[in-house]
């Protein structure tokens, strides 16, 4: 029993102050937790990503990001009447790297925004430099094969 007193006091006073964080900033004030990626990310794993750069090399397309540690959920969705009811994801951000990630970029990836888009759109966002957050998944070789456009405002 003493050592449950102690822990109960310690879970309380980290839970508010986590509550009292994020009352007071905004959705990209999140952006300031830093969190760290893993040293290697893993072939044949997602990752979630944001602020993603291009860069060529000799033969080859790299992304570079900054990952993000990223809650996903999914609700289900219906208007008055309860028709037209239909699922949505919905995503809270944690924490977003400070630090550079690398990977390879396949050249058959398939670029998605809620549906299969051309590869070219995918570049097209990259230049507008938006803060987008993307969903990578990478192929057995490390090398990315999708890329899927988040709806995060």
């Known amino acids: 029993m003493k050592t ?3 822990i109960l006091i310690i879970l309380i006073f980290s839970s508010c102050g986590r509550n ?16 760290t990626c893993l040293e290697t990310i893993k072939k044949d794993t997602t990752i979630f990503a944001t602020d993603v750069r291009l860069k060529k090399e000799t033969e080859n397309d790299i992304l570079v990001f900054h990952c993000a540690s990223v809650l996903t959920g999914t609700a289900s969705v219906n208007d008055m009447d309860s028709n037209n009811e239909y699922c949505e994801t919905m995503y809270d951000i944690q924490c977003i790297s400070s630090v550079d990630s690398y990977m390879q970029l396949s050249e058959n990836f398939q670029y998605f925004t ?4 051309s590869q070219d759109l995918f570049f097209e966002d990259l230049k507008r430099g938006k803060d987008y957050y993307f969903e990578l998944s990478s192929a057995p070789d490390g090398k990315i094969i999708s890329i899927s456009r ?3 405002n």
């Open 114 to 117: 809620g549906k299969l888009q």
């Open 4 to 6: 449950i007193i102690p």
């Open 20 to 35: 009292d964080a994020k009352k007071n900033n905004s959705h990209h004030d999140d952006r300031k937790a830093s969190c």
């Open 150 to 152: 988040l709806n995060i």
